[in-house]
């Protein structure tokens, strides 16, 4: 099949003209996409930023409940004081408090 020379050129114009609408639209796409991640990326890094706050106080929290552990196992341990721990109190039975007495 030939054709001629004006032929060919309409048929080229018209092929271009639908690739340039089909690249803008791939364009616009894109944008489109690009748009949306990084959209996510931005409420990604906040959660992030939430997250290593609520991290840090938690942190903090444990760091004031081991010197508060710390500081109560000093005290019990202070010379003078009984640990009930490390001494349980003896229970007598009702014959050694009767032959006890005399």
Do not use: C
Request: charged share 25%; no cysteine; hydrophobic share 40%.
């Amino acid at each position: 099949m030939w054709f001629d020379e004006a032929a060919i050129y309409l048929i080229t114009q018209h092929f271009s003209r639908n690739n340039h609408i089909n690249e803008a639209h791939q364009t616009t796409s894109l944008d489109a996409v690009i748009f949306v991640l990084q959209a996510t990326i931005d409420t990604l890094q906040g959660q992030l930023k939430v997250k290593d706050e609520q991290l840090k106080a938690a942190q903090e929290a444990l760091k004031a409940e081991q010197l508060l552990h710390a500081d109560t196992k000093k005290m019990l341990s202070l010379p003078g004081q009984t640990d009930t721990q490390s001494q349980p109190t003896r229970h007598r039975g009702i014959f050694a408090r009767i032959l006890s007495k005399k």
